[in-house]
């Protein structure tokens, strides 16, 4: 049995034009896509994790990177559904 992933939804969500006031009034967004909030953190994470002195080491090794970025990501998901 797989786990399944909390992706934490579109990173940047779009209300479609299609949908009336009524939707938007009480807070539904519908989703146009695009990358998840989960590859976004990832994305900000390795982007230190390669900018850092002392993560600096990681970028030779991108597997490690991306898990490192990952990892952090799924915390920083995991911190966000306690407030």
């Given at each position: 049995m797989s786990e399944e992933?909390?992706?934490g939804g579109s990173a940047f969500p779009q209300v479609d034009s299609e949908w009336d006031d009524y939707d938007k009034k009480y807070g539904r967004v519908y989703s146009s896509g695009g990358m998840s909030?989960?590859?976004y953190f990832a994305a900000k994470a390795m982007q230190g994790f390669l900018a850092s002195r002392e993560y600096g080491g990681a970028a030779g090794n991108a597997d490690t990177c991306a898990e490192w970025a990952y990892a952090h990501a799924d915390a920083m998901l995991k911190a966000r559904g306690k407030c």
């Open positions: 992933i909390n992706d909030l989960r590859d």
